[in-house]
Nanobody
């Protein structure tokens, strides 16, 4: 079992930055691929990016603006979000999987989410 807790969300103006954190329980954090997803009101949950074994993959809509990193010693994965746009407004979730996936239904463990709101 892996428990995930996101933090770092909030309200930011367009063009600003936020860094989200996702803290994981358990001693096997390093074996999991970690993904970030987001869900805006009335929309389906969408892939943001994922990291595993030093490899990162991003959705085209965030590529060049968002960066995922992880600190296995701290059991934490981060999502650095720069040049934020109003359309980035959503609840952001981290998730864990034993393989690197781009689809939400391939992830086994989820955090509760953290709200990010970008004002214009």
């Amino acid at each position: 079992q892996v428990q995930l807790v996101e933090s770092g969300g909030g309200l930011v103006q367009a063009g600003g930055s936020l860094r989200l954190s996702c803290a994981a329980s358990g001693r096997t954090f390093s074996i999991y691929a970690m993904g970030w997803f987001r869900q805006a009101p009335g929309k389906e949950r969408e892939f943001v990016g994922t990291i595993s074994s030093g490899i990162t993959v991003y959705a085209d809509i965030v590529k060049g603006r968002f960066t995922i990193s992880r600190d296995n010693a701290k059991n934490t994965v981060y999502l650095q979000m720069n040049s934020l746009k109003p359309e980035d407004t959503a609840i952001y979730y981290c998730a864990a999987s034993l393989g690197m996936h781009f689809s939400a239904n391939q992830y086994d463990y989820w955090g509760q989410g953290t709200q990010v709101t970008v004002s214009s």
